[in-house]
């Protein structure tokens, strides 16, 4: 039987190494580029990512990735964003100054809050295990990538900014940070994001992956 193809999206930035190694555990056949032919042959794209915003968006730029992916989207080719590469999905980030996304999910990037729902200050960045509990427009996870994830199992989470999608129904799962609603995965039509690493979040994530590749 022929392996999934995945194009893991090379722009100089993110945790390349270990998402390629995770997507071949899961019996994928990868390759790491930024070539257009080698992205737009493949079954399934992944757009991996760590560090600032702006940075990221400059060195996709750079290589006309945006286009790229904006093309591949149209094709209805499944893409995930992890972590960075979500946030990259959306319209806009106000990390260091207002920076323009990707627009594939509509909404915006902004700061964690420091201070939790009680008015106790909390550690910035987010950093750990957290749970994972349906949005508030969702009642499961039926039919999506999460299908196979109970509420209440944990992911791998390291973030300063977190998404807000301007439609509720484009977010699937969050996680509860000091009685803050943190968008944990968030999804329309083909695009996918996880604001955790699914890499670095062992059984939970490698059950995200292979409903991705399947």
Known sequence: MNKIKVAVIDYGIGNLLSVCKIFEFCGAKVSLTNKSNSIFDADRVVLPGVGAFADGMKELKARDLDSILLDL???????????????????????????????????????????????NPHKIPHIGWNELIPSESKSNWSGSVMQDIEKGETAYFVHSFMARTDNPDNRLADCNYGGIRIAATICRNNIIGCQFHPEKSGEVGLRIIKRFLN
Do not use: H, W, Y
């Open 73 to 119: 989207a149209s094709r209805n080719t499944p893409l995930l964003g992890i972590c960075l590469g979500m946030q990259m999905l959306l319209d806009e980030s106000e990390e260091f100054g207002l920076t323009k996304g990707l627009g594939l999910i509509p909404g915006r990037v902004v700061p964690v809050p420091n201070v939790s729902t009680d008015g």
